[in-house]
């Protein structure tokens, strides 16, 4: 069991660490077919709706409050296709913000 909560905690570490690369943000996400995609973005939407006081709306960039809509529409069922273009920069974008 510590073997596997090892790898799982190294999985993890290397995920977030890709989240501050463009380039492999833009392949993660150019993986997702149109359900893998909404799928990412139900989960997303959830954790920021969980979490909102971390998205505190006042403090926001404008960028970030159309990609948040975006990607709560692309949730609810809307196309992904234009969003997949930003995404991956954005993410880029606000791991270099956290560090």
């Known amino acids: 069991m510590?073997?596997?909560m090892g790898f799982m905690m190294a999985l993890a570490s290397q995920t977030n660490d890709?989240?501050?690369?463009?380039?492999?943000?833009?392949?993660?996400f150019a993986?997702?077919?149109p359900d893998g995609l909404k799928d990412w973005a139900e989960g997303f939407d959830d954790l920021v709706n969980a979490?909102?006081?971390?998205?505190?709306?006042k403090l926001l960039a404008g960028d970030d409050k159309r990609i948040l809509r975006d990607i709560e529409r692309i949730a609810k069922g809307a196309d992904g296709a234009t969003l997949r273009v930003t995404l991956p920069s954005w993410v880029a974008q606000r791991y270099t913000m956290r560090r």
């Open 2 to 4: 510590d073997r596997l």
């Open 51 to 57: 979490t909102r006081r971390s998205w505190p709306s």
């Open 18 to 28: 890709d989240a501050g690369d463009p380039e492999t943000m833009l392949r993660a």
């Open 31 to 33: 993986a997702l077919d």
